[in-house]
């Protein structure tokens, strides 16, 4: 079968955009976090040792959490992603064949595709939004 070059070029793109952007922050994020809810562990142990049991199903809450919503998140970010190619191959095709374009005064119907890929691409980036 034929995977479209724009999917495999927005798909490196978005991953590298990822990484770049926000790995860094999620990683400080993670980190705050973590120390945050060691630290009031620990206070709260310190000082009623028998609330271990508590912060133990804490804990277990966020990891359920975590692993409930994080399939999700995966699947929305890969709807993004899959909805974004479409944008770049047709961006790619628009310039190879410009002059073509132009000669056959095709540029409203270009310009049409082009603002449907993008609805669709904002309809996916909100869907992920608003879940």
Request: with cysteine; aromatic share 8%.
């Amino acid at each position: 079968f034929r995977v479209p070059t724009g999917r495999i070029v927005n798909r490196f793109a978005g991953d590298l955009h990822h990484l770049d952007m926000y790995i860094g922050d999620e990683i400080q994020d993670a980190l705050i976090t973590s120390l945050y809810m060691a630290a009031s562990c620990a206070t709260i142990i310190a000082l009623s040792p028998w609330l271990l049991v508590v912060c133990a199903a804490y804990a277990a809450a966020i990891v359920a959490l975590f692993r409930a919503f994080r399939p999700a998140a995966i699947a929305l970010a890969r709807v993004r992603s899959i909805a974004g190619s479409p944008i770049v191959a047709h961006f790619t095709a628009t310039l190879d064949g410009l002059a073509s374009i132009r000669a056959m005064h095709l540029g409203a119907f270009v310009d049409a595709e082009a603002r449907r890929l993008l609805a669709a691409r904002q309809n996916a980036a909100m869907m992920a939004v608003h879940v």
